[in-house]
């Protein structure tokens, strides 16, 4: 059967609405309160959030997002202002983004503030990465609708990795939570709507050859996305969250910024890696896990 025409006369589009595009919420309080336990979400005392456990669509109160429960891809809460502020450029919400689009993000921070030394480098990050419609420009998803992707050729000077495919079942994993600060922009209906920044390259260039520089000689010494990832994992922080110290400035087990003083095992640590990255079956880890002057030893799969 044919569609029928719509009744608003000819080219005028429905207006979007909440209730399209999302999945009935699976998130329950269990696992919001495990999230909490793994010191991937802070507790409800420090940063308010409840379960969308059976919601059909978002019903978020004042001041509040939605958010989902991938944050051992680098998320944290409250988020950083490198991550609101690409939002906002973007002219995004936080759950039009693809969980891979986060690995991208969290794996490009930190290499910045931990292997470079800088905070994240806005001019730098438009130069390697765009941001892609999902499933395609004509039509895009409310959740999920906008993927960040390495440019073409970008791959040849960037770090080398390999993300994972197996991302299953993640849309009907949301809740709400408080949106601290404001920092991140507040709901709107409807899928991401594309902008010229999507695809736009920096107006700046001055630091980029001498940043693409040094990410060479990294690349050199056997750091790819994959070490660098569990390096982040070590040190028990996450790269979009909001800290009181950048990577350059890391205290060790007394940081501010760790979500939690207790060691994860290394073992640990390689098996969330695997969870991000295709065919992770060792990841070069560094003589001194935080220092890139030493040669790298390897973590392997037992």
Sequence with gaps: MAPK???KG???AAEPTREKGWESSKCSRSDLESLVK???LPSKSVIQWRPAFGDARPYENMNEIIGFVYFERGLGLPCSNFFSGLLYYYGIQLYHLTPNSFVHMSVFAHLCE???GIEPHFDLFCHLFHLKPQPNSASLDVV???GIQLRQKMDRVYIPYKLSQKVIDWKPRWFYVENQGNILPFITAGPP???PEWLKKPCDMSQIPELLEMIANLRQKGISGESVAFDWMKRRIQPLQARI???????????????SEEEIINGEALRRVQRLFDKVEHVPQL???FSVLNPPKEVSAK
Excluded: H, I, M
């Design 5 to 7: 025409k719509s009744s």
């Design 144 to 146: 999920g609708g906008a």
């Design 287 to 289: 003589l001194n896990t």
């Design 193 to 195: 709507v594309q902008c």
């Design 38 to 40: 793994q010191n991937f």
């Design 245 to 259: 110290t950048f990577g350059f400035e890391y205290q060790g087990r007394s940081d501010p910024s760790c979500c």
């Design 114 to 116: 931990a292997f470079l």
């Design 10 to 12: 000819k080219g005028a």
